[in-house]
């Protein structure tokens, strides 16, 4: 008997996901893909147009998202079995995409014998499914399906968060944090930027969306935080794709968020974007202290000024009886002019920390960015000050890395 293919529908509104997922699968030759679909509508439509085995499905999507797609899908045809792949490895998206009927769920992008297997165990469960529904077409339809196994399921990994902070005011804290949010967003690394300089916080000055809700609305309600809420308090940058968290308007209102709901802001933050970005102010508040006892990464800027020098070397000391791991700090020069003798080699041996990436000083770039409220990294991305947030994105996507390894090195040799 010549076994059944897997009749494969992909359903993501990138092309460009469709087409890799599509090019990940064309060589097994027990599986087929029989369409794909650019939104969640048109997902449902192919799903009873095709009836195919699995549905592929994507959750961010324009009109129907992916979750509700399931929902209907299942609904109406209990035997299409769906394999939600997402870029965030939310367990509150996953616990949805449960209770919607999906079957498994992957982190984007999906490895390819990851991504093949889910098929195939998918596959065989429709074909079951399938068996079952022709013999006994009576029969409560929402009780098929088996409901997926948490050891079925992809690690989920949490977001990182990622803090800019200066002890010397005026360093570029805000302009680099903006950019570099902007460097890390992409479709698998969504990103959120939110700034805890809750006094006199100007994030939302450099990206022109003053004005809007701030931290104000989020900190009541930490203990009920729902991902749709969330969403919807903060800002979209839609030149960028970012969203924004920004400070309170007026500087008494600092005093109503506490550190406490502060943290539990950036905890959330964490389970629904891969980076949580957090501009700073020099002054260490309890809300900053505890931002940066909670972050994976700490961007510590600093100038080629004497002044900026003394306040890293006082931070420096005062992380290590924090007990900050070294290695948690990127330490970064900005506003860097090579006549000036000041080289980042000699700070590095000076604050025994090297200084890992160097900003040139361009005012004309970052100035004329910072009045017209449109950063650097969208319109001027390839000028030297855009190149060194690019190798500062990637030193810090690198030390996250080597975080992540060394931690969980004891748990492998176990
Ligand atoms: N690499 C650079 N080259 C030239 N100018 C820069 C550079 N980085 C920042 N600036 C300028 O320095 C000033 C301070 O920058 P920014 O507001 O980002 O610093 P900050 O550390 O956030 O300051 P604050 O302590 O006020 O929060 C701004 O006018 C900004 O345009
Ligand atoms: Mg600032």
Do not use: W
Not at 225 to 246: D, N, P
Not at 346 to 372: C, G, Y
């Amino acid at each position: 008997m010549a076994v059944d293919k897997i009749r494969v529908l992909i359903v993501d509104d990138i092309a460009e996901t469709r087409e890799n997922v599509r090019k990940l699968l064309q060589f097994e030759s027990d599986v087929d893909v029989t369409g794909t679909a650019r939104s969640g509508k048109e997902g449902i439509q192919l799903a009873q147009e095709l009836d195919p085995d699995v549905v592929l499905m994507d959750i961010n999507m324009p009109d129907i998202d992916g979750i509700s797609a399931t929902e209907v899908i299942r609904e109406k045809s209990p035997h299409i079995q769906v394999v939600i792949l997402s870029v965030q490895g939310d367990p509150n998206y996953m616990r949805r995409a449960m209770l919607a009927g999906a079957r498994d769920f992957l982190t984007k992008p999906p490895m390819g014998d990851e991504l093949i297997s889910a098929i195939r165990r998918a596959g065989e469960m429709a074909h079951t499914e399938r068996a079952k529904g022709s013999q006994q077409r009576l029969g409560a339809a929402s009780s098929v399906g088996a409901p997926i196994s948490m050891s079925n399921l992809a690690p989920i990994s949490k977001g990182k968060i990622i803090t800019v902070y200066s002890p010397k005011g005026g360093t570029g804290c805000t302009t680099i944090a903006v950019n570099l949010a902007i460097a890390l967003n992409n479709e698998d690394t969504r990103t959120a930027l939110v700034d805890a300089n809750l006094q006199f916080g100007d994030v939302a000055v450099f990206v022109n969306e003053q004005g809007k809700n701030t931290i104000l609305e989020l900190a009541p309600r930490v203990d009920e935080l729902e991902v749709e809420v969330v969403e919807e308090i903060l800002v979209k940058h839609e030149a960028s794709g970012i969203r924004i968290l920004a400070a309170p308007q007026r500087p008494e209102m600092a005093e109503k968020v506490s550190a406490d709901q502060f943290t539990k802001v950036l905890q959330f933050l964490q389970r629904m974007y891969a980076y949580v970005v957090v501009d700073t102010s020099p002054i260490l508040t309890d809300v900053i202290l505890s931002t940066i006892d909670i972050s994976d990464v700490i961007v510590l800027v600093t100038t080629q000024e004497i002044p900026a020098i003394k306040n890293a070397r006082l931070f420096l000391d005062l992380s290590q009886t924090m007990g900050i791991d070294k290695q948690r700090i990127v330490f970064a020069m900005n506003r860097y002019d090579k006549r000036i003798a000041i080289t980042p080699e000699r700070v590095s041996e000076n604050l025994k920390h090297e200084v890992t990436v160097t900003l040139p000083l361009d005012e004309k770039v970052v100035i004329t960015a910072v009045n017209r409220g449109i950063p650097f990294m969208l319109d001027n991305k390839s000028q030297p000050i855009g190149r060194g947030i690019f190798s500062l994105a990637e030193a810090v996507r690198a030390r996250l890395a080597t975080i992540e390894t060394e931690s969980e090195a004891p748990a492998a040799r176990r």
